[in-house]
């Protein structure tokens, strides 16, 4: 296997004291894949991606990125470590025009910006035409790929999206995930928490399911659509999702 992008080793986590939500998660992502993390609702998913980006505190484990320990660096030092991230709502400035939105993510680095907008242009082009648009006039699919160029602008190491399909038509849906697997094809390292099992693991190298805050089955992303375990625990049927 490649080098491990991303390590998650046993991280107990929460929002409240005393109530932890992640109970002890295992999870790793090797350089270059796409791994989709599925569950039910309050199984965890998006506390397991605060975590990774920062936005929320490890009561005990450890997260490491590239071998290097950032299990207690705060979100607005992730980006210069190289970790991109996405969130389900929320994610653009609305009265901000489309490029604006783009120029914010090189905030880091100005001198980037055109490099970074040459690259986000080439992944979505149909952002090029709604270039002076503000980013709260487009539709969902759209806002969504205003979110993921952001998030590319500074090349990051480590993309970290969260629901990238929430309220999205099946249409765009197929869309969306068909820009993250170009996206991958930069050599971006891609962690997903996503409801909709079909079509993140479509375009994943491999998939965890949690279940009450533990990472319960782990596999190649096609075998985990017909697995009838996956099924039991996703969908409370002994079946599996294809």
Not at 103 to 110: L, N, S, T
Not at 197 to 226: N, Y
């Amino acid at each position: 296997m490649s080098q491990a992008a991303l390590r998650i080793d046993n991280v107990v986590a929460g929002y409240v004291a005393g109530a932890d939500i992640l109970r002890g998660v295992e999870l790793e992502v090797a350089a270059g894949e796409i791994v989709t993390v599925l569950g039910p609702n309050g199984a965890g998913k998006s506390t397991l991606i605060k975590v990774v980006a920062g936005l929320l505190r490890v009561r005990t484990g450890a997260v490491r990125l590239f071998g290097d320990d950032i299990t207690r660096l705060p979100a607005h030092r992730m980006v210069a470590r190289g970790v991109g991230y996405v969130p389900q709502t929320n994610n653009v400035f609305a009265r901000l025009t489309v490029e604006e939105n783009l120029e914010m993510g090189a905030y880091a680095r100005p001198r980037e910006t055109r490099s970074g907008l040459e690259r986000v242009f080439a992944i979505f082009p149909d952002l090029v035409r709604l270039r002076r648009q503000p980013a709260g006039r487009l539709s969902g699919g759209q806002r969504q790929m205003v979110a993921i160029g952001r998030a590319l602008m500074l090349q990051p190491r480590l993309m970290l999206l969260d629901e990238p399909s929430a309220g999205l038509s099946p249409l765009l849906v197929s869309h969306v995930f068909d820009r993250i697997r170009e996206v991958r094809s930069l050599g971006v390292t891609i962690l997903i928490v996503e409801q909709n099992a079909k079509a993140a693991l479509a375009v994943s190298d491999r998939g965890t399911v949690l279940a009450e805050g533990r990472a319960r089955i782990s596999g190649p992303a096609q075998d985990l659509l017909t697995d009838p375990e996956v099924g039991a625990l996703y969908l409370g049927a002994r079946r599996g999702l294809a």
